[in-house]
């Protein structure tokens, strides 16, 4: 695969599985032996893990979440995306009930595409600040 078609899996992850939250995109673009570096510890760092923190965590509590990629740069079988996941906070985050407020999660990710499936990823956000400002009210 050249680096437009690696951008490409990735933009389609955030936009189909992040943004739209459709489970059979997610499973098309999840390799078998996945891993994510980001989780905070071996026994949440398969794939389901992922899936449930988009789909238990963020979608409920993200009311019409959009994905928008800023930039994307591509290094051998690796990924970077900087972004933001935002939307209206409609639901429980992290404790922090609804406010209605909009929020916007910054998020700087790499993922490893191995035969069009994201097979590694490791990534920082700013979520926890997020959380942190909608407490204060």
């Given at each position: 695969?050249?680096?437009?078609?690696?951008?490409?899996?990735?933009?389609?992850?955030?936009?189909?599985?992040?943004?739209?939250?459709?489970?059979?995109?997610f499973?098309?673009?999840?390799?078998?032996?996945?891993?994510?570096?980001?989780?905070?510890?071996?026994?949440?760092r398969g794939a389901e893990t992922m899936w449930?923190?988009?789909?238990?965590?963020?979608?409920?509590?993200?009311?019409?979440?959009?994905?928008?990629?800023?930039?994307?740069?591509?290094d051998g079988d690796k990924v970077?995306?900087?972004k933001t996941i935002s939307g209206k906070h409609v639901g429980t985050l992290a404790g922090v009930e609804a406010t209605g407020k909009e929020i916007a999660i910054d998020v700087i990710d790499i993922v490893r595409?191995?035969?069009g499936r994201y097979v590694e990823?490791?990534?920082?956000n700013t979520l926890a600040a997020v959380v942190a400002q909608l407490g204060q009210r």
């Open positions: 695969m050249n680096s437009n078609d690696l951008k490409a899996v990735v933009a389609r992850f955030n936009r189909d599985v992040i943004q739209d939250g459709k489970r059979d995109a499973d098309a673009l999840m390799a078998p032996d996945f891993i994510n570096w980001s989780a905070p510890n071996e026994a949440l449930n923190t988009f789909a238990s965590v963020l979608r409920p509590a993200i009311g019409t979440m959009r994905v928008q990629i800023h930039e994307q740069l591509c970077t995306t900087r595409v191995r035969d990823h490791w990534g920082v």
